[in-house]
């Protein structure tokens, strides 16, 4: 029943869920999470941003914490592996390249090209 009614309050603060964020909470539900958890990360996209780069990084962040030297369950291990997790930019999306602009002009008897 306290599941229902903490639905019901997080539906009419922030509006209730779109067929896409019921699919992201049940499917973080799916890799372990609870309820609770999983509507307030599928409501935000940074940090599900953050959450979902952490687990398709984590074989990658594993073999190298474990280059240096950290066995698996260590002290060394755990701040290893917040450490490369909490440093990786996602929050913010990539630049875009900026548009360039050439032109060309024969200068005495040769091509030249400048751009912006």
């Not at 499917?27 to 959450?51: F, T, V």
């Not at 240096?68 to 592996?81: I, N, P």
């Not at 913010?92 to 602009?101: A, E, G, K, M, N």
């Amino acid at each position: 029943m306290a599941k229902i009614w903490m639905v019901i309050l997080l539906c009419a603060i922030g509006g209730c869920q779109s067929d896409g964020k019921v699919k992201t909470i049940a499917w973080l539900q799916q890799q372990g999470m609870d309820e609770g958890s999983a509507i307030i990360l599928a409501n935000n996209k940074p940090a599900l941003r953050q959450y979902l780069m952490n687990k398709s990084m984590a074989p990658q962040d594993d073999a190298y914490c474990q280059s240096l030297g950290a066995k698996v369950g260590s002290d060394a291990y755990v701040q290893c592996r917040t450490s490369v997790s909490a440093n990786r930019p996602v929050n913010d999306p990539p630049p875009r390249p900026q548009p360039v602009s050439c032109t060309s002009n024969i200068v005495l008897g040769a091509l030249r090209t400048t751009c912006r």
